[in-house]
């Protein structure tokens, strides 16, 4: 606590028992005497023992802790619960029942909430609330959302049950929260600007450039270069029965582990779920020094990496469709046509920011067949990407971090054009699979020395055992391992064979 190291950011409280307030590791406030100090692994535990957060390091803000255990298995099923419980809440859904949560890791009701107050010392209930309260607390304190709508994202319900909860638990009204100039704000901003913070180090110049290489003109937008350029995109989310079109504006801090982020007032109605999509894009709540426990004694270069998320799990899907057997800068190509041919228009501050990525109702479209075909797209990646587009518009396919893992691998490998290589990279971008182990990937077999093996995918699957259940990390740090060559391909050949090196 004393140096203040980010590294610990998320990953304990102190509970000041002098003053009844619980901090960050990096609060900066002067440290207080050791003997009124208390330790506490989670936010919950440190309400649940009496104290309130912080008001200037804010315990809202610190990054959520990615929960993972390979030994334990009381471990794994309660940090499961957990961490479903802390994606709901961030996600503004409606959080899982505990019997919902059991019958879903094969458990008891009662087993589960068992396991999980022996685990985290406080109840599942408990856990939940703290989780509501500190959520509505950043929504307050950052946004110009309304208080109702603050407590509907949060879960709470109404307006009436929020400013219960904060009187109850924090003696202190949801106005109280609000910054003196919140009404000017909303009147006069056209985005709401906001600080994501995340755990160092990292490893912010081969995230760029990844997502760099692959990006397209018209809804995706740089200024400058390396690693502290300006990420300009748009983004169309849906809401209710419609979808909202804007932007957002993406840059890292020079000197702190911030991410400073502008959102555009359109997306108001959905900004706490864009927040946490921003959130898994970048990898903002990974754990660098757990991921270099696992994978750090064979890729030390590896410290900071980042597994690239997407904003759009539908575009993620086309854009792998579009690459299959050509190299990214074909696939960018191909991607380009079809954002200027069937990309819907979007107003923004910029004019060379002008349009979003297709929706799954626009691909959709038989009438759209003729199209894809003069943009040099075959017809098999015709009707992969239609058949695609049918499912996630039906609502069968959910391309979501939140969606299953083992249904939608099985619902995407069902789909015509779609195998193994295309179905578990959707997944690790998409998903956010960690355990994603791409053993056809020529690249990859090219970068850890197995392409001359016999059996180069069994070499490959054998190799990988030792860096579970961080193996998406692994491969990401050995296909950097072939710069200054191009980096791989990320989009397959429709049955799962990467047929390029890169």
């Known amino acids: 606590m004393a140096d203040k190291d980010a590294a610990w950011d998320g990953l304990f409280f102190t509970g000041v028992t002098s003053t ?6 990096v609060c900066r406030v002067k440290l207080p005497r050791q003997a009124n100090c208390r330790f506490f692994e989670t936010a919950a535990l440190a309400e649940a023992h009496g ?23 009381q471990a794994v099923l309660a940090e499961s619960a957990a961490q479903q419980l802390q994606s709901a809440i961030q996600q503004g859904l409606k959080p899982p029942s505990m019997t919902e949560l059991a019958t879903q890791l094969g458990v008891s009701d009662r087993h589960l909430r068992r396991l999980f107050l022996r685990h985290w010392q406080v109840s599942p ?48 009204s949801p106005a109280q929260l609000r910054p003196a100039n919140a009404s000017l704000r909303k009147a006069s901003e056209p985005c709401t600007e906001l600080e994501l913070h995340y755990r160092p180090p990292c490893q912010i110049a081969t995230l760029w450039q990844f997502l760099r290489d692959r990006s397209l003109g018209g809804m995706e937008s740089w200024e400058g270069q390396g690693p502290y350029a300006v990420l300009r995109r748009t983004l169309r989310w849906p809401h209710a029965s419609q979808a909202l079109s804007g932007w957002l504006e993406v ?54 990496q980042r597994l690239p998320g997407c904003l759009d799990g539908f575009e993620l899907a086309v854009r792998a469709i579009l690459g299959q057997q050509i190299s990214v800068k074909a696939a960018r190509t191909l991607g380009q046509r079809l ?25 959709a479209r038989e009438e759209n067949t003729a199209h894809m075909g ?30 299953k893992l083992e249904p939608t691998l099985q619902a995407l490998l069902a789909l015509p054009g779609i195998g193994p290589w295309t179905a578990h990279y959707i ?76």
């Open 51 to 73: 104290f309130r957060p912080c008001l200037r390091c804010r315990p809202e803000l610190a990054p959520a802790r990615r929960f993972w255990s390979t030994t334990d298995a």
């Open 374 to 403: 003069s943009l040099g797209l075959v017809r098999q990646r015709q009707k992969a990407i239609q058949a695609l587009a049918r499912e996630v518009e039906s609502g069968h396919l959910d391309l979501s971090p939140q969606a």
């Open 125 to 172: 209930l408990q856990y939940l609330q703290t989780q509501r309260l500190l959520h509505a607390k950043q929504w307050l304190q950052d946004s110009p959302l309304s208080v109702a709508h603050v407590a509907r994202v949060s879960g709470f319900g109404s307006a009436r049950r929020l400013y219960s909860a904060f009187a109850q638990h924090y003696q202190l």
């Open 427 to 502: 997944a690790m971008r998409v998903l956010r699979w960690t355990e994603a182990w791409l053993v056809q990937d020529v690249a990859l077999q090219t970068a850890l020395g197995v392409r001359q093996h016999p059996r180069p995918t069994q070499a490959l699957e054998a190799l990988g055992q030792a860096w579970r259940p961080c193996r998406s990390y692994a491969l990401i740090a050995a296909w950097q391992r072939l710069a200054p060559q191009p980096e791989p391909s990320d989009h397959p050949e429709p049955h799962g064979h990467n047929a390029h090196t890169p």
């Open 251 to 304: 840059r890292w801090d020079r000197t702190q582990p911030v991410v400073h982020l502008r959102v555009s007032a359109s997306l108001d109605p959905v900004l706490p779920q864009v927040v946490a999509q921003v959130r898994e894009w970048l990898d903002l709540d990974a754990e660098p020094a757990r991921i270099a426990q696992v994978i750090g004694r064979d890729f030390p270069e590896a410290l900071g």
């Open 339 to 363: 954002v200027n041919t069937l990309g819907e228009p979007c107003t923004t501050p910029w004019p060379e920011l002008n349009r979003t990525f297709p929706s799954p109702t626009t691909l």
């Open 20 to 25: 009844g307030i619980y901090c960050r590791p």
